[in-house]
């Protein structure tokens, strides 16, 4: 269950110092491969940071990396058993993500570490990890429209609610390629708190050659939000074009346009495209990909898709399918340390598929059997290029079948 608000996780951290600087990042899309690639360059200085992102991939433990290591799992129960006492002791009734992000900024504490970067679970202004103390820079990144139930059903009041990250006096970066109405917001927001606002933008930044072969816009729009912020957080240090290109390439984010080998487990030689595109926004960036990448050779694309309860899907899949594609539908297993998300029907994706009009030439519906339908998914593409989406937790089903 969500419930968002400050007062229970105010309490579980009040007597925890943060003697770490923080950088907090908000947004749609976007979030965890800036947290990425500021996790990349911080430790190219050879400086010790902490990342806490959001959903875990495989183990709870992995959305919380010490100097580029996921924690250890003794060490998570360890802190993670004294955040829960404390919260039993005090009677909070903390949700779950209240109880990982304290034990998250916990071990932060215990590990020393100088600089901490923190994705914003859901929304920002009332969202657990607003309960940062030492906010060196924030960052908002591209913001499109999810999670209305929570955060609002216009672009504008959804801003609002990432730009509660703002801190008096504390610089924030934005990205530049946001709606201007978007813009107007946070810039409002940034003026109330008396907090400069940089623009990350590529157009006058002047991203291009090696960069630009290497990453996707969308990905050197990241890495411009990363490298501003920084910046930012780090004046002492800058970083030249080329180290900067070779922070792209060390930085690791799984399941965002990510290429992996499933021969183990299926037989199929060739590798194939996970992604957790699961709303409009970053269903559009991975169509685009698919577009320039994948449909060269003339040949259908084959999907495994997922999605999570209560979601519409059908604009994810107008801008995925094309006619004469092949899909699988699946529903993911259940998610460890969140037990409210939910996959929707396989039966009902399909349904959705036949309402947009788009001409399928083989489907199946796999319902919760993940291998089944990436097995079939496998023999019908005939090595043909083959793309699984529509869900993180979808990816986090994928990565686990690969490490078992």
Known sequence: MIELGLARITALLK???????AIHVA?????????????????????????????????????ITINDSPVSKTKFHHFEELVKKRNEDQRLDASEFELLTATAFEIFEAEKVEFGVVEVGLGGRLDATN?????????????????????????????????????????????????????DVILSQADSQSASMKLADLRSNGFGGKLGEQLEPHQQQNLLCAYEAFHLAYPSHTLSKDELFSVAADAVWPGRLQSINIEKITGRAKPILLDGAHNPQSAEVLSAFVEKRLRVHGKPVTWVLAASAGKDISEILKMLLRDGDNIAVVEFGPVDGMPWVRPTRSAAILETVDKIGISISARQDAQADVMMGLEWATK?????PLVVAGSLYLVSNILKLLRA
């Open 380 to 384: 019908i593409s005939d090595d043909g």
């Open 15 to 21: 007597n925890t110092p943060q003697t770490w600087k």
């Open 131 to 183: 309960a940062l103390k030492q906010k060196t820079v924030t960052i908002i990144s591209k913001i499109g429209l999810d999670h209305q139930s929570f955060l609002g059903n216009t672009l504008e009041e959804i801003a609002l609610q990432k730009a509660g990250i703002i801190r008096p006096k504390v610089p924030c970066v934005v990205d530049a390629s946001n709606h201007p109405s978007v813009l």
């Open 27 to 63: 947004g749609t899309n976007g979030k965890g491969s800036i947290c990425a690639y500021l996790n990349a360059m911080i430790r190219s200085n050879r400086v010790s940071c902490g990342r806490f992102t959001s959903p875990h991939l495989v183990d709870r433990w992995d959305c």
